[in-house]
């Protein structure tokens, strides 16, 4: 068993990052699972996105849309991958997801929105 298999049956995690002062922010996010990593979508200036250009530790944890911990919390380590890696992971995340992706896909064309990928894996 690998460190992400608990995660296979949520649909959501929290990926908690870090403010420059230390405080931590957890955001509810949908996830994709592929060779013992997890893969997130989300817009490029988003403030996670920043964050975790600023400090790549992170945790996760399992959770509901709302963000309520359903689960225990890890030590990961995140990168915003390249554009060439984005098409895979955007299709793990639409098989997963379905409609509601594609939903989301079309907004963001719509309003011109970038997205970015990150990449998370276990903290050795």
Aim: with cysteine; charged share 25%; proline share 3%.
């Amino acid at each position: 068993m690998n460190t992400f298999d608990a995660l296979r049956s949520y649909q959501y995690i929290n990926l908690i990052t870090y403010r420059r002062s230390g405080e931590t922010v957890a955001t509810p996010v949908w996830f994709a699972y592929e060779h013992d990593r997890l893969y997130v979508g989300t817009g490029r200036n988003a403030g996670k996105i920043k964050r975790i250009r600023n400090n790549p530790q992170v945790l996760i944890e399992p959770c509901d849309a709302r963000g309520t911990p359903l689960g225990e919390c890890m030590t990961a380590h995140a990168r915003v991958l390249d554009v060439v890696e984005h098409a895979h992971i955007n299709r793990l995340l639409t098989q997963k997801y379905g409609l509601m992706k594609r939903m989301i896909d079309l907004t963001a064309l719509i309003t011109k929105t970038s997205r970015d990928v990150v990449e998370i894996t276990v903290h050795a």
